[in-house]
């Protein structure tokens, strides 16, 4: 990048300390320091960020050209791990028994709301007082 060598370095140190005095020169080369880090930093930053979106847009292409390839096998194969077409084949929940105080031939969800003494009428029944 830059060639730098030894008799430069002294050279420009020299003259660093004769402009600016002894002084000064401390504070002076910790900030160009502080900044050279920074710089640094921001270009390592840099690097890496560049980095990751070359690779992402590699593994794009990859999984673009093995969808394309992997959707002609697809047909003639089992289906992929996390097709989500697929359903699988469950059992639906068993039906809740009837409650204790209704006879079981008379019990269906249709005529539910008309069996005395369940909890979870939407109107009381006609044997018991309301509460107003």
Do not use: C
């Not at 140190?13 to 002894?22: C, D, F, Q, T």
């Not at 469950?90 to 409650?99: D, G, L, S």
């Amino acid at each position: 990048m830059l060639d730098v060598g030894f008799s430069e370095i002294l050279l420009t140190s020299a003259i660093a300390l004769i402009v600016l005095g002894p002084e000064k020169l401390p504070k002076v080369a910790r900030q160009v320091g502080n900044w050279v880090g920074r710089a640094r930093a921001m270009a390592r930053q840099l690097t890496e960020q560049l980095e990751r979106e070359i690779s992402t847009e590699e593994l794009m292409k990859q999984t673009k050209s093995a969808g394309s390839i992997s959707a002609d096998t697809a047909k003639t194969s089992a289906p992929a791990a996390f097709d989500t077409a697929y359903t699988p084949n469950i059992a639906p929940p068993p039906a809740a028994p009837p409650p204790a105080s209704a006879p079981a031939a008379e019990y269906s969800p249709e005529t539910a709301a008309t069996v005395h003494g369940a909890d979870w009428h939407s109107s009381p029944p006609e044997n018991k007082p309301t509460h107003e």
